[in-house]
């Protein structure tokens, strides 16, 4: 049996590293893992129990109280994320977690908490995680490390395209707002902005489909299966 790698796909908001990384998790048979939804369950969590900031700061030990977990749904085929044991899939993806994600994501308990839980995630390697400090931060040593961005517009109408698919209320003018300022948020923060690993390799794929962007990443982990 082949080698088992961890591959980190890091990038900017809405541009497609969710896809890829189920690509690529489903073609290798390796675990997807969304560390976006792990902190837009923590954003819910704190919403939904009228939690601020400077509560978690002063107290980090509430964080303890938050479990969440990646279970399929076996009629559609894909992973829905739980918060404490109730499926938050829909309402994390939502435009009232969306506008406060980036704040509570930039809070260093809550980066902590959740880079521990991530870590421990890819022990055993076989894990295709996707995020914004997954090749820096949570698995420096991932042996594949990619790094996604495409234009600000086609990001907002992709987005656009996948809430209303799913039935969710959507704004294009709204959701291409929203990206930039999380572009602007979350490469300026003081607590791991998001940064090119020097050793992730680019894909800007403002120009190509979801079938090509899998077919060449792959062929990239394949590559770096067979070289180990
Ligand atoms: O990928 P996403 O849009 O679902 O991520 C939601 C927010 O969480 C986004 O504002 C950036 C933040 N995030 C982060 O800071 N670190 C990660 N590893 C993943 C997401």
Redesign the pocket.
């Known amino acids: 049996m082949s080698r088992k790698i961890n591959i980190a796909i890091?990038g900017h908001?809405?541009c497609g590293?969710?896809t890829l990384a189920k690509n690529l998790a489903k073609e290798l048979e390796y675990m997807f893992i969304?560390?976006?939804?792990?902190?837009?369950a923590v954003t819910l969590y704190l919403m939904q129990n009228d939690i601020s900031l400077e509560e978690v700061q002063a107290n980090p030990g509430v964080l303890l109280d938050i479990e969440i977990s990646f279970r399929l749904d076996p009629m559609r085929g894909f992973y829905n994320t739980h918060l404490n044991g109730e499926n938050v899939e829909r309402e994390i993806?939502g435009m009232a977690v969306?506008s406060q994600?980036?704040q509570?994501?930039?809070v260093k308990e809550i980066?902590e908490f959740?880079v521990d839980k991530?870590k421990r995630m890819g022990e055993n390697k076989g894990v295709v995680?996707?995020?914004?400090?997954?090749g820096t931060v949570?698995f420096p040593d991932a042996e594949l490390k990619i790094f996604m961005t495409a234009e600000p517009m086609v990001r907002a109408k992709r987005r656009y395209d996948e809430l209303t698919e799913k039935g969710i209320p959507a704004n294009l003018e709204e959701i291409y707002n929203n990206i930039r300022y999380?572009d602007e948020?979350?490469s300026s923060?003081d607590v791991?902005p998001?940064i090119q690993a020097p050793d992730a390799i680019v894909l800007n794929n403002t120009e190509m489909s979801r079938e090509e962007q899998a077919r060449i990443a792959v062929t990239w982990a394949k590559g770096v299966i067979m070289a180990g």
């Open positions: 890091d908001s809405s590293k969710g969304d560390s976006g939804a792990m902190y837009r993806r969306s994600v980036s509570v994501s930039a980066r959740l991530q995680m996707d995020g914004r400090d997954i949570v999380r948020y979350d923060r791991s998001l």
